[in-house]
T-cell receptor, first 114, second 115 residues
């Protein structure tokens, strides 16, 4: 079945550092890929998405490129801020019968220190 | 729009008691989902509804769990009787449409603790 593997956290960075959170997936066909963010005490919010190969999703300085050849969707940000501290979830939605269901990775906790 | 609204935000109950979690989806969204988040298993889909009808409940862990959607603006997830292993954060989400590209909008969750 579909699955998502993302790098284990926690990740601790200093403000203005470069961020990469790795995400790889297993799915049949051409899924859509998502990054969700969960701030402390809050629900999940969509951060960005990409729906076909080579698409780049971007939002709030974060970017991720849908790489079909490596089945990856790594999240990057050039300069993190303290306010980016949160848990980040990579997720996919497969085609066919499971096109309603989001399959999530385990989440990566990011802490940014001033 | 107020977003997906869940209540209560926190619930502490004793083992064996009935627990009811509530959700109000975003107006106009035809799809509603219940997810459970635990440290061990991450985020899991429990059940989803389309136009108030349960479509897939294969993720519901046991018969102790039940979900209803009596109308387009309200859904409940009930656990009876509750057990300590049900302790988790339960999220409700809604979506305006189905399809591989459709985004889901999540509520703030209900943190359930069963002692």
């Amino acid at each position: 079945g579909d699955s998502v593997t993302q790098m284990e956290g926690p990740v601790t960075l200093s403000e203005e550092a470069f961020l990469t959170i790795n995400c790889t997936y297993t799915a049949t066909g051409y899924p859509s890929l998502f990054w969700y963010v969960q701030y402390p005490g809050e629900g999940l919010q969509l951060l960005l998405k990409a729906t076909k190969a080579d698409d780049k999703g971007s939002n709030k300085g974060f970017e991720a490129t849908y790489r079909k050849e490596t089945t990856s969707f790594h999240l990057e940000k050039g300069s993190v801020q303290v306010s980016d501290s949160a848990v980040y979830f990579c997720a996919l939605k497969g085609p066919g019968g499971s096109n309603y269901k989001l399959t999530f990775g385990k989440g990566t906790l990011l802490t940014v220190n001033p | 729009d107020a977003g997906v609204i869940q209540s209560p935000r926190h619930e502490v109950t004793e083992m064996g008691q009935e627990v009811t979690l509530r959700c109000k989806p975003i107006s106009g969204h035809d799809y509603l989902f219940w997810y459970r988040q635990t440290m061990m298993r991450g985020l899991e889909l429990l059940i989803y509804f389309n136009n108030n009808v349960p479509i897939d409940d294969s993720g519901m862990p046991e018969d102790r769990f039940s979900a209803k959607m009596p109308n387009a603006s309200f859904s409940t997830l009930k656990i009876q009787p509750s057990e300590p292993r049900d302790s988790a954060v339960y999220f409700c989400a809604s979506s305006p449409r189905q399809g591989v590209r459709a985004e889901a909008f999540f509520g703030q969750g209900t943190r359930l603790t069963v002692v």
